[in-house]
Nanobody, 118 residues
Framework: QVQLVESGGGLVQPGGSQRLSCAASGIIFSIYTMGWYRQAPGKERELVAQITNTGRTNYANSVKGRFTISRDNAKNTVFLQMNSLKPEDTAFYYC????????????WGQGTQVTVSS
């Protein structure tokens, strides 16, 4: 059974930092592209950051220079370090594991809430 379990969400003040973690089980973690998505109330889910199995990263323009995605294949975990947080970063953050070749498929975590507010 595949599980992606996010942790690290919560309330943080504007300008603060937070680190999200996503622990994966039930998949060969090292061959998946791992990503973080977010969804704010009334908005569509959007890609925040991705890291391929070779370590190549991709970021949404809105988080470039502030967020860093990384992975630890030995621990089957992907991280999202978020710095200089803004109120508009408030959203539910989801972990995604993507197998980007045929048979293409992906898995989602349950998500974790990040609230940026004073």
């Amino acid at each position: 059974q595949v599980q992606l379990v996010e942790s690290g969400g919560g309330l943080v003040q504007p300008g603060g930092s937070q680190r999200l973690s996503c622990a994966a089980s039930g998949i060969i973690f090292s061959i998946y592209t791992m990503g973080w998505y977010r969804q704010a109330p009334g908005k569509e889910r959007e890609l925040v950051a991705q890291i391929t199995n070779t370590g190549r990263t991709n970021y949404a323009n809105s988080v470039k220079g502030r967020f860093t995605i990384s992975r630890d294949n030995a621990k089957n975990t992907v991280f999202l370090q978020m710095n200089s947080l803004k109120p508009e970063d408030t959203a539910f953050y989801y972990c995604n594991a993507l197998f980007d070749v045929e048979p293409r498929h992906d898995y989602w975590g349950q998500g974790t809430q990040v609230t940026v507010s004073s």
